[in-house]
């Protein structure tokens, strides 16, 4: 700890002595680039309440906003991506609990344990996002809130609130259901949130059964809270079960994650500012094996899987304004990883699987402590700025481990694996300055640069196995390869460039044009290595090890809206648009960085008139053919989609229905990964292909608010 004190005493220390000249107070939600959306805030002229109906995936939220790209994963589980960076390059956190994914496959990751009916807002602030944001991301970090408790007016007495909703998706025969119950008076709240969602596998654009997308989730939450004059006090505590959720793009599927969390914040103003107190954990269990579909066929491999994974953390921070318009923030944050991934003996069926006990990571942790130190400042009437610097001292560790048996295939990696020191620590350094400029009320301008680090995870370091079927079972990317891990991995240390121009009217209500061009050099980007080669059948697949190298990644997201009319007879007319383009290389190698979204663009009109809100949607995504050759990843062709959707607003009652792919189109997602189940359904010798998106679906909702 002394020299962690060290280490954190000198970030703070530069802080002070390089901002000598005088800033004042800097509102962090005019940062850009920033997406944020409410229940009541529209984007794209989309609310929260309409996304909900297309998606059980909070992820997918997000997915029509400038900038953010998704990865396929369970129909639950898919992974964000922001400016070309994803999963564990992000910092996600929910009610400030920064989850981490307890699963060598990130079968659930973060976003995964909250669903969309419990979602109120969300934040998405990309890499050069202030400090005090959080930490240990190159990416960028995504903020969820849950539904917050709510409380009676003074004098008002006890009162009582809530709704319910449901909804229907055919393309997959999805079915859920959500509520939401209240009771409070002006000092007291006590909510419940539940929902259940429930899904059989989706047919593509020809009609064609896409196995292993089904799933089955199911939330509860409880929240209770204390108002004060100045203070709030709120402990939530919750639980998670998803009994099956099948993924297509992997060996594996989830054959069940039980979570449990308990929550609390506290939040306080004070004459010398604001207090923010948070203390969490989360547990828990998670099993893979082969699912429903995989069983049915040939040569199916049968390999029980159980994780373990806690979080658990607190962050104190405090808000101090002094001077005239100056505000300084202040933090300490502990997250601490503890992580136990073990396979059970396969007995009788499988000879080589057995007869011991597989540990792949046994004892396993990985703690951040930080501090930060942001200054904020409105230097004149048109020019705020923000100087943030954050320190951060990660720990590893894991314990000695074994193979299945003591032969060939696996003690000689398991010794050589034992026999090294095991601990690793890093000090990283994130330092982040922005500046926000309106010259008038029609025009803002924002630069900002941030220096961003973010250590190896668990099983980037420690995944310890060359053997084949072993390393098969670890990879969260969807690409059918085998992963090695690597003790000497060093954090990822990503320079970011980011400006935005906004040109609007003055109340920013008829037109708006955002274009926010960026460009992100990364030392030591984790990366893969070739390490061995195979062929099956007429696929060929690559063992990659981790390994850094350097990589760049520059992009532009372009988004607007501009009113078409306004009248008594038609209502009010609105055509929203965005366009992004991104690409990343690996310096070393000249090739393609994984999972590169090809340019893509949205188009939407709607109307509003009375209770009524119409869209005719349009997306449209180009080919991709710069793709990554260590991973085999497949090129897609173009193609452009097509969704209806209308809404009504009857008092507390609210419907909602639409099309999403009208026209039925067939199509494959540049992002979707291989599709693994169509591979092993040859018995392990067929061609691998992409994966296919979602056909026709004809979609319904219905919500009460009490």
Not at 133 to 143: H, K, P
Request: charge should be negative; include cysteine; hydrophobic fraction near 35%.
């Amino acid at each position: 700890m002394k020299h962690f004190h060290q280490f954190c005493i000198k970030p703070i220390a530069f802080l002070f002595l390089s901002v000598a000249v005088p800033l004042s107070a800097f509102c962090q939600d005019a940062i850009s680039p920033e997406t944020v959306i409410t229940g009541t805030l529209e984007k794209a002229g989309e609310s929260l309440v309409s996304k909900r109906v297309k998606t059980s995936d909070t992820a997918s939220l997000l997915k029509d906003e400038p900038g953010v790209t998704l990865a396929t994963g369970g129909g639950v589980s898919s992974l964000p991506i922001i400016h070309g960076l994803g999963d564990d390059r992000l910092a996600i956190c929910i009610d400030g609990m920064c989850l981490t994914s307890s699963c060598a496959n990130h079968m659930n990751p973060p976003l995964s344990y909250i669903a969309p009916s419990n979602v109120s807002s969300i934040v998405v602030n990309s890499g050069a996002s202030p400090v005090s944001y959080g930490g240990d991301n190159i990416g960028g970090v995504i903020l969820v809130e849950s539904d917050q408790p709510v409380f009676a007016k003074p004098g008002e007495g006890t009162k009582g609130s809530g709704s319910a909703s449901t909804y229907y998706r055919s393309v997959n025969q999805s079915t859920g259901a959500a509520f939401l119950g209240a009771v409070a008076n002006s000092n007291l709240s006590f909510g419940v949130t539940g929902s259940i969602d429930h899904a059989k596998d989706y047919k593509d654009g020809h009609g064609n059964t896409v196995t292993s997308t089904y799933y089955e989730s199911r939330n509860l939450e409880a929240t209770f809270a204390i108002k004060g004059d100045n203070s709030l006090l709120t402990i939530k505590a919750g639980h998670q079960s998803i009994p099956d959720q099948g993924f297509v793009n992997q060996q594996m599927d989830m054959v069940d994650n039980n979570a449990s969390f308990i929550n609390a914040a506290y939040k306080n103003s004070y004459a010398w500012g604001k207090l923010d107190a948070k203390v969490y954990w989360k547990n828990t269990y998670h099993e893979m094996n082969v699912g429903e579909d995989k069983l049915t066929f040939p040569m199916p491999m049968i390999m029980p899987m159980d994780t373990r994974g806690i979080d658990l953390g607190y962050a104190l921070k405090t808000e101090i304004p002094f001077a005239e318009k100056n505000i300084l923030r202040l933090g300490n944050e502990l997250h601490r990883f503890t992580l136990n991934d073990w396979w059970p003996p396969v007995y009788g069926t499988a000879p080589m699987m057995g007869p011991n006990t597989f540990q792949s990571i046994i004892d396993g942790y990985r703690d951040r402590y930080s501090l930060f130190a942001e200054w904020e400042s409105k230097v004149s009437k048109e020019v705020t700025t923000i100087l943030g610097v954050r320190g951060e001292l990660v720990r590893m560790d894991t314990g000695n481990v074994q193979g299945y048996s003591n032969t060939m295939m696996y003690a000689p990696d398991a010794a050589a694996f034992n026999a090294q020191d095991h601990a690793r620590s890093d000090n990283n350094l994130d330092i982040t300055a922005l500046a926000r400029f309106e010259p008038s009320p029609y025009a803002t301008y924002e630069i900002g640069y941030a220096r961003k680090t973010e250590s190896p995870n668990l099983y980037e370091r420690y995944a310890w196995s060359t053997n084949w079927m072993a390393s098969g079972m670890i990879n969260w990317y969807g690409d059918g390869n085998y992963y090695v891990g690597n003790l000497n991995l060093r954090p990822e240390v990503a320079h970011t460039l980011s400006l935005s121009a906004n040109w609007h009217d003055s109340e920013r209500k008829n037109w708006e044009v955002k274009v926010t061009p960026y460009y992100t050099y990364v030392h030591d980007y984790i990366d893969v290595n070739v390490i061995g080669s195979t062929t099956y059948g007429e696929s060929s697949f690559n063992q990659l090890q981790f390994a850094n190298h350097d990589a760049r990644i520059y992009g532009l997201d372009i988004s607007g809206k501009v009113a078409l009319w306004t009248s008594s007879s038609f209502g009010h007319g609105q055509l929203n648009g965005t366009l992004g383009y991104v690409n990343g290389r690996n310096l070393d190698t000249r090739n393609s960085l994984y999972h590169m979204m090809p340019l893509n663009g949205s188009l939407t009109l709607e109307q509003k008139i009375a209770g009524w809100t119409n869209a005719i949607e349009a997306q449209i995504v180009g080919g991709k053919s710069d793709i990554d050759p260590l991973r085999y990843e497949p090129t897609t062709l173009g193609y452009a989609l097509v969704n209806l959707r209308t809404a009504y607003q009857w008092k507390n009652l609210r419907l909602d229905v639409g099309i999403t792919n009208l026209f039925d189109k067939f199509y494959y997602l540049p992002l979707g990964g291989v599709n693994f189940d169509n591979y092993m359904s040859s018995g392990w010798m067929g061609a691998m292909v992409p994966l296919a998106g979602q056909g026709r679906s004809f979609n319904v909702g219905i919500t009460q608010i009490f």
